[in-house]
């Protein structure tokens, strides 16, 4: 059986072993915090709502004898 020559190995690619370049991973880090900080913003909007919610769930609720 033969090997696929046009495959390359893990050793020539370039983010393989951690030989990742800086701006590559400047990326990475930019994303993450990015992603992070999106979550948080739409957890914040997100709160008002809820907290709506549950008083009116506790206004309408049918109290127990």
């Known amino acids: 059986m033969s090997k696929n020559k046009g495959e390359p190995s893990l050793e020539k690619i370039d983010d393989y072993n951690g ?3 800086k701006q590559k991973r400047n990326t ?3 994303v993450v915090i990015l992603l992070l900080v999106f979550g948080a913003v739409l957890t914040y909007l997100q709160q008002p709502k809820i907290q709506e919610t549950k008083e ?3 206004k ?3 109290p127990a004898k």
């Open 56 to 58: 009116i769930l506790e």
């Open 60 to 62: 309408t609720q049918i």
């Open 28 to 30: 990475v880090r930019l």
């Open 19 to 21: 030989n990742e370049s």
